[in-house]
């Protein structure tokens, strides 16, 4: 799996350059956004239970080490192996001790973003074990070493063209042959054989169960299940941030989730599991790599919130027009905009400068996360820190100077329509970044300001 290295800016203008597929990519996810609304306004109590789901996520995260406790204690009756991971270095060593302590040779594993953020089957490669991610979007990406673009729809960046090509070189399909139909089973036949041999199972966790001891996990096409099944060894993965009080509490969020993230009114396979059955070995690896710090900072610990529905994804205009892998981080979008400064601040201190602050994202968000407001907050403590490169730094100081003082302000409105007007290609070359995607506006010929004063008697 190979995450650009470039800033969100740089490698946003590599995807842009093929119009076509970013006017696609752009049209396809504003469907899955309408197809949310349509579920959205078909209940009526809608808003009630993003309230409900906002104060649940609430309560918990404010007495989230009882909760914790209580899951693990119940997990650990129900015999299950509970781990605890400070790191995804920790995360990722205890499922190789699991895996060397057993002598597995075949793994399949569902999608799971803790995986990808942990960097666990990069982890597994160079230690000469691999795993078969048996997501059909996943699998897709990882025969073409490319990391997830979105966290619901992974492959979400492709064309089915795209897709038959990957297959042709891999599964040895017809050539050129890019039917949905034919590639689907070439893939259903392809992955059956690597859930019949597979020894173990790798799940993420979409909702955990303090009083239970029990998880959830939501898959379209089952594959959770079936590696789950399958093989003698389950591990669970989860970041601490996916425990929910109390069984019926799942009302709340299973109805929210499939909705927000596709529209659904309920996602295909809602799967709960509670202990190993007879001769099978199940585990749960609670990971934190840097969730207590965000839980911490009082201005970003609601993002700890998010079911990753991804909706926020779908309808946020830089998004869909800069494709996840812009984003160089394996959540990407307005949320991962405000997790990742919190797990590296100087690598994604580009990140939360990637939005509008349109406010969008809040607007759809089932849980209520104050999102555009976090962006702009964590663009404040950037700049604090000294992650914000110098000529941003002037510009902003130079803008808040001019702005501060109305006189030179009007002065410079005046000048620069006069300069747009006697010398447009001052601006409208190669070397202003706005210039590139868009044409500059023809000056007006006078200041809203003057146009004011000129007609407020009429
Ligand atoms: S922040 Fe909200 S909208 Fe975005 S993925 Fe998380 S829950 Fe969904």
Not at 227 to 241: Q, R, S, V, Y
Request: net charge positive.
């Amino acid at each position: 799996m190979s995450i650009s290295k470039l800033s969100h800016a740089e490698a946003a203008e590599q995807f842009i350059k093929d119009e076509p597929r970013t006017d696609w990519h752009d049209e396809t996810l504003w469907f899955v956004r309408q197809k949310r609304d349509k579920a959205a306004h078909g209940l009526p109590e809608w808003e009630k239970l993003r309230e409900w789901a906002s104060q649940i996520k609430d309560h918990t995260l404010s007495n989230l080490d009882n909760y914790l406790k209580e899951f693990e204690s119940k997990a650990q009756d129900n015999g299950v192996i509970v781990h605890w991971a400070a790191d995804g270095e920790e995360h990722n060593r205890i499922i190789y001790d699991i895996i060397t302590h057993h002598k597995i040779k075949k793994i399949v594993k569902s999608k799971s973003m803790l995986t990808e953020e942990c960097g666990l089957n990069e982890f597994l490669h160079a230690k000469g074990i691999e795993t078969v991610d048996t997501d059909l979007g996943e699998r897709i990406v990882q025969f073409r070493q490319e990391a997830p673009s979105h966290i619901v729809l992974p492959a979400i960046h492709l064309k089915k063209q795209d897709v038959s090509d990957t297959f042709h070189e891999h599964l040895h399909t017809e050539k050129g042959n890019n039917d949905p139909q034919y590639l689907t089973e070439a893939a259903r036949q392809h992955l059956r054989e690597k859930f019949i041999e597979s020894e173990l199972a790798i799940t993420g966790v979409n909702f955990a169960v303090a009083e239970t001891g029990g998880f959830i996990v939501c898959t379209n096409e089952g594959n959770a299940d079936m590696g789950a099944h399958a093989a003698k060894i389950h591990i669970a993965c989860m970041g601490f941030e996916k425990m929910i009080p109390k069984a019926e509490h799942l009302s709340v969020f299973l109805r929210l989730l499939a909705r927000s993230a596709t529209g659904q009114p309920i996602t295909t396979y809602s799967s709960h599991f509670h202990k190993p059955r007879e001769g099978q070995e199940m585990h749960i690896v609670i990971v934190d790599n840097g969730r207590s710090r965000q839980l911490g900072r009082a201005d970003f610990r609601n993002s700890l919130k998010c079911i990753r529905c991804a909706a926020c994804f779908n309808t946020c205009p830089v998004y869909r027009r800069s494709g996840g892998h812009s984003y160089h981080t394996a959540v990407a979008g307005p949320i991962g905009s405000i997790l990742n400064p919190n797990i590296d601040m100087r690598a994604n201190a580009d990140l939360p400068f990637a939005s509008t602050l349109c406010g969008s994202c809040s607007n759809v968000c089932p849980v209520k996360i104050d999102i555009h407001d976090q962006l702009w907050k964590w663009r404040q403590v950037l700049v604090a820190e000294g992650y914000v490169d110098t000529t941003k730094k002037i510009g902003l100081k130079g803008m808040a100077f001019v702005l501060a003082r109305p006189g030179l302000y009007r002065f410079a409105g005046k000048a620069g329509r006069a300069m747009m007007r006697m010398f447009p290609w001052l601006l409208n070359n190669k070397l202003n970044p706005w210039y590139k995607q868009r044409e500059m506006p023809a000056p007006p010929k006078e200041s809203f300001r003057d146009w004011y004063i000129k007609n407020k008697q009429q």
